[in-house]
């Protein structure tokens, strides 16, 4: 177990290896991940978990449009 330090507090973690996770067109493997307690069990949560933007050269946000651009960092 780690300890997560956010605004709302501190939260503690456990630490795994996540062994695939694409985001469009692009393919990353073996990425650590923290997974969070949630004690509530909400199983009708929006979202599955955060993506690190240090994965991406940049994180291109288009609000009005909608949409979201990645550029990943090469050799990754």
């Known amino acids: 177990m780690r300890l997560a330090l956010t605004e709302a507090g501190g939260v503690e973690t456990r630490v795994a290896r996540l062994r ?33 933007t240090s994965l991406f050269r940049f994180v291109y946000f288009n609000n009005a449009e909608g949409f979201v651009i990645f550029d990943p960092r090469p050799n990754r």
């Open 20 to 52: 695939a996770l694409r985001v469009g067109g692009l393919r990353l493997a073996d990425l650590p991940v923290a997974l969070l307690p949630d004690p509530a069990r909400r199983a009708s949560r929006a979202e599955d978990g955060l993506l690190p």
